[in-house]
C-alpha cells in the first residue's frame, strides 16, 4: 500500500493529498504520512493555464506575444474620415473615443473641423 501511494503521487504530482487519499480509501493525513516515509514530495505540482495569443494563436504566457504581435494588437491601422490617409492609432483611443459617441475617425484636428462643416 505504501508503495503504490507513492507510485501514485509519482504519476499524477498535481493531485493533492486529499484526492490520493480517496482513490486509496485512506485519509488525507495517511497519505502524507506515507509520502513523508518514502521521501516522496508532499507539495502538488500547480497545473499550468496555457494562453493562447489573441493575433497568432500560438501558445503564450502572456496576452499577445512580444513583438509583431504586440505591435499590431495595439496600433490599428486606420482610414482618416476626411482625407482618407492611412495611419496607426492605439486600440485604447479607439475604444474611448467610441464609448463617447464618436463615429469617425480622423488623423488630424483640421480634418476634424474639416469633416465637421461637411
Known amino acids: 500500500m505504501v508503495a503504490k501511494i507513492a507510485q501514485y503521487r509519482q504519476e499524477h504530482p498535481s493531485l ?5 487519499g ?3 480509501n485512506v485519509s488525507r493525513q495517511y497519505v502524507h504520512k506515507v509520502l513523508k516515509q518514502t521521501a516522496t514530495p508532499t507539495i502538488r505540482a500547480k497545473k499550468r493555464t496555457v494562453k493562447y495569443c489573441l493575433v497568432c494563436g500560438n501558445a503564450s504566457t502572456l496576452m499577445v506575444c512580444k513583438g509583431r504581435c504586440r ?3 495595439y496600433n490599428i491601422k486606420v482610414n482618416c474620415a476626411t482625407c ?3 495611419f496607426y492609432r492605439k486600440r485604447g483611443q479607439i475604444k474611448l473615443k467610441y464609448n463617447r459617441g464618436y463615429n469617425k475617425i480622423y488623423c488630424s484636428r ?5 469633416g465637421k462643416r461637411q
Open 22 to 24: 480517496e482513490v486509496f
Open 84 to 86: 482618407r490617409i492611412a
Open 71 to 73: 505591435f499590431q494588437y
Open 16 to 20: 493533492t493529498l486529499a484526492e490520493i
Open 110 to 114: 483640421m480634418c476634424y473641423y474639416r
